[in-house]
């Protein structure tokens, strides 16, 4: 079973629009990491928030993570058109050797 | 810059053919990792590898086998193909320990099996 479910499964906002996706999980977690994957692509890593983190920013990226409400969410601010792509959650466990178990994604489309 | 590369991006199989995806990292990482990916399921974890010939099953091993005879090459083996596997699949890497946990990925590679 998934670790992690996003939300919303697809997303459409106009180009400069703020766009957020939520991601929540079940199990005690030791990190949370967000991925893109343009289409028919790799996934390229964005940004991790470790389990003592609330948030993190990384250029136009901010992510929350609420590990009492088991929940993480992603901001991408003044969104271009670059930014169209499908973003996973996954949450990792206490060694690079464990499994990291991804969600099935929100695609977000963003609008000219 | 961190490179792993997979030997096709598309590839077509007939059922019942044994087909060999390779992956191979420059980055001197020591665990590997085999993906699938359907839509609407995310991505689902084949195998993994912690070190050259060892390998571990993830969540859907069934019909897959892997071998790792060299730190940057971690190969998945279909021994019979079937149309069920028609999927895309990727590889990633990571480096051990120290609280490094993110995973580089491969372009992926789309199999069709017919």
């Known amino acids: 079973s998934q670790q992690g479910e996003e939300d919303p499964q697809a997303l459409s906002i106009q180009e400069g629009e703020n766009a957020t996706m939520n991601c929540s999980y079940k199990t005690s977690i030791n990190n949370l990491q967000w991925y893109r994957q343009n289409s028919g692509r790799g996934l390229v890593h964005l940004i991790l928030i470790r389990s003592n983190e609330r948030e993190k920013h990384s250029g136009r990226l901010r992510v929350t993570l609420d590990t009492s409400k088991k929940s993480s969410s992603l901001l991408i601010t003044a969104s271009r058109a670059a930014d169209t792509a499908s973003y996973f959650c996954?949450?990792?466990?206490?060694?690079?050797?464990?499994?990291?178990?991804f969600g099935s994604g929100t695609r977000l489309s963003i609008r000219p | 810059d961190v490179k792993v590369t997979q030997s096709s991006r598309y590839l077509v199989k007939r059922t019942g053919e044994k087909v060999f995806l390779e992956c191979v990292q420059d980055m001197d990482h020591e665990n590997m990792f085999w993906y699938r990916q359907d839509p609407g399921l995310g991505l689902r974890l084949i195998y993994f590898?912690?070190?050259?010939?060892?390998?571990e099953k993830g969540d859907i091993p069934e019909g897959y086998s892997v071998s790792r005879e060299k730190k940057e090459r971690f190969s998945l083996i279909l021994e019979s193909a079937s149309t069920n596997q028609t999927s895309m699949y990727l590889c990633?890497?990571?480096?051990?320990?120290?609280?490094?946990?993110?995973?580089?990925f491969g372009p992926g590679t789309r199999l069709t099996v017919t």
């Open positions: 996954a949450t990792g466990g206490y060694s690079s050797a464990s499994k990291i178990i």
């Open positions: 990633a890497s990571s480096p051990p320990g120290t609280g490094v946990f993110e995973q580089y």
């Open positions: 590898s912690y070190d050259v010939k060892m390998k």
